[in-house]
């Protein structure tokens, strides 16, 4: 018994520490600090940037903006480093009512500072009024400015077979000059509609438009075949499965797909395609190498694109195909378009990629608007004058046609 004892009396001192310890750092006194002071509004898209001059209390926390949006109420909070904080979100150019209070480290709270913002017309509102819309090769393009780069999403809407407007397709963008097509569409008139959203939740009102969309087919790849001319790149690592061919076999990912030349080829390189039929060309879509290929290594960063009916005269002096040669101004060949791949945050090719970045390679560097010279196109010779690493090499996973085939 006397053991028991013993050992609940060792027991208790313990149990008397037992309980919930306090988190984060107790109070320390119960005086308020003094009021923000000096306060300035900047009104912004959507919202308004707020300054004003810190009290200059030893113990001072934070500063807070109380407010209500959307009929609940909010606030923001800046450190007690910095002399202004950011409301955004509003989807209006109403007044505002704003309550500034300051914080210490013992969560006493200020007497508010009140202040009112007005924000200017919310980025959604002159986006969707800086959108042009006209008919495509099956469906329509849209270009649209993005003066501020925020972040949005892009519903593109098409009226379907029962008459209603329904979504197509959405792009979530920050891009400034925003450029898109939406196509799938026969040449039947039709209602297109779009609007915009932002990561608040605030719409724009619906911009509906009556095209005819441009008839438009995506070539046979099937048929498409290597055509040698002097001076074109004609090399492969076929070991690792990298074949000309295999830019048509409508895989667009991957890492071991596709087409790979050999370490020893020149800068520009050049291939040159026979279509198998003739056409006149709408677009050209070029994949790179996925995975972690994705704007790096061997992949090409600019190419152009010319387009030629007939071969036939074509001449075997390796002068007359090299950059600048007389192919270029005898009247043989159309410059169709010059491409450069542009990341759509705005980013270097060199810097980290973006989900958005990523996203825009995955669906393929689109050459749209090619020229169209006065007869069809049978031939296509791509020059890759550029890769992103700089090396004569190239690699790519895909490509592919689109137009209007002409028996």
């Not at 002097?230 to 070991?239: E, L, M, R, V, Y």
């Not at 006065?374 to 690493?389: G, H, I």
Request: aromatic share 10%.
């Amino acid at each position: 018994m006397n053991k028991l004892i013993l050992s609940l009396l060792l027991v208790l001192p313990l149990c008397a520490g037992c309980g919930d310890d306090p988190i984060g750092q107790p109070p320390t006194d119960s005086a308020a600090p003094d009021e923000i002071t000096n306060v300035q509004t900047s009104s912004i898209p959507g919202g308004a940037i707020i300054r004003y001059t810190l009290p200059t209390n030893e113990d001072l926390l934070y500063v807070m903006a109380k407010y209500e949006r959307d009929g609940a109420q909010r606030d923001v909070k800046s450190s007690l480093y910095a002399n202004s904080l950011k409301i955004e979100g509003f989807g209006d150019t109403m007044t505002h009512p704003v309550q500034l209070v300051s914080v210490d480290r013992s969560g006493n709270a200020s007497r508010p500072t009140d202040t009112r913002i007005k924000p200017l017309t919310p980025a959604i509102w002159d986006i969707v009024n800086s959108f042009s819309i006209v008919p495509d090769f099956g469906g329509i393009h849209l270009d649209w400015r993005n003066e501020n780069r925020a972040e949005v999403s892009i519903y593109l809407m098409a009226r379907d077979s029962t008459g209603e407007l329904v979504d197509r397709e959405v792009l979530y963008t920050s891009v400034q000059d925003g450029v898109y097509s939406l196509r799938g569409m026969d040449t039947l008139p039709r209602d297109f509609g779009v609007y915009v959203r932002d990561r608040w939740g605030n719409l724009s009102d619906t911009l509906v438009t009556r095209q005819t969309p441009i008839f438009e087919v995506e070539l046979d790849r099937g048929a498409h075949r290597m055509f040698a001319l002097p001076g074109d790149n004609t090399t492969d690592i076929n070991a690792y499965g990298f074949t000309f061919l295999n830019m048509f076999d409508g895989v667009t990912d991957g890492d071991f797909n596709g087409w790979h030349s050999n370490n020893y080829i020149t800068r520009p390189s050049y291939i040159t395609i026979d279509l198998g039929m003739n056409a006149f060309l709408s677009r050209m879509k070029l994949w790179h190498r996925g995975g972690q290929y994705l704007y790096a290594h061997y992949n090409p960063s600019k190419w152009e694109i010319w387009g030629a009916s007939d071969v036939s005269y074509a001449p075997t002096d390796p002068a007359y195909w090299a950059q600048g040669g007389a192919w270029e101004t005898d009247g043989h060949w159309t410059l169709l378009q010059t491409y450069e791949v542009k990341k759509p945050s705005g980013k270097e090719l060199t810097d980290v990629s973006t989900n958005e970045d990523l996203e825009f390679a995955r669906a393929g560097f689109e050459s749209k608007d090619l020229a169209l010279p006065a007869d069809p196109v049978r031939y296509v010779r791509v020059c890759f004058t550029e890769t992103c690493s700089g090396s004569t090499e190239v690699h790519l996973a895909e490509i592919r046609f689109w137009g209007k085939v002409v028996n």
